[in-house]
């Protein structure tokens, strides 16, 4: 099948569960997708049960699609999200994030854990991206274009929409969070970065680095949908300190400061 055909697959399956047309989409990165858990009149739907989207293999991504409310606001959750390094292409990466936008949605919430570059950070630290770096070498929308959802060329000057970056900062402020805002560098993976290429993402302006939300981003916005992203630095990134980077480390840190997390998840429901 081609992308516009697996997406009106998966569209013309979601919608035969229910009738549901969510405002806001989010993605729920590695140890959020408990969030999911306070959605109410859901609709889940494993990521197998429809036709043509990708399943998800890592731990801390279960791979299901929700449709319920929260916060008086119509939602679609992912409750984890595949990656490119998983074998799926950008494109395939993306199908989730496209299918919220076919759905109805007119935000998405991008969500991951990322490894500190910034020196200033340390694991726990919360950032909101306001830019990226695509360094995976790749991009969901090379190929034929989707011109139901946006043109062949789309800007992505202002990627991280601005405007609802400027409304949550004080809302983060006053909810006690403490909130950094940076730009995320996008590495292929699965491998860990060596110390090397850290230093040349810090040297290129990047405050974190991670496998995901890149081609995620790059698909909201060519449909027209505004995005808002934030990191957990989970880790620190190669190099800086001594001990090795492990999976376990991430997924402990990112329960650590679950409930900080999801205040601010809540807090960007609200205005998105």
Known sequence: MTMQERLASAYGYVREQTDLRPELGLVLGSGLGDFCDRLEETAEIPFGDIPGFPVSTVEGHAGALLLGTCRGRRVAALRGRVHCYEGYTPQEAALPVRLMARLGARTVVLTNAAGGVNLDFRPGTLMLLCDHINFAGANPLAGPNLDELGPRFPDMSDIYTRDLREKLKPLAAQAG????????????????????????????????????????????????????????????????????????????????VKREFTRLLELMIDIG
Do not use: K, W
Request: proline share 6%; aromatic share 4%; charged share 15%.
């Open 177 to 256: 969070i403490q909130l950094r805002e940076g730009v995320y560098a996008m590495y292929s993976g699965p491998s860990y970065e060596t110390p090397a290429e850290i230093r040349m993402f810090r040297t290129l302006g990047a405050d974190a680095v991670g496998m995901s939300t890149v081609p995620e981003a790059i698909a909201a916005r060519h449909a027209g949908v505004q995005v808002m992203g934030v990191s957990c630095i989970t880790n620190m990134a190669a190099g800086i300190l001594p001990q090795p980077l492990s999976h376990a480390e991430v997924v402990e840190c990112a329960e650590r």
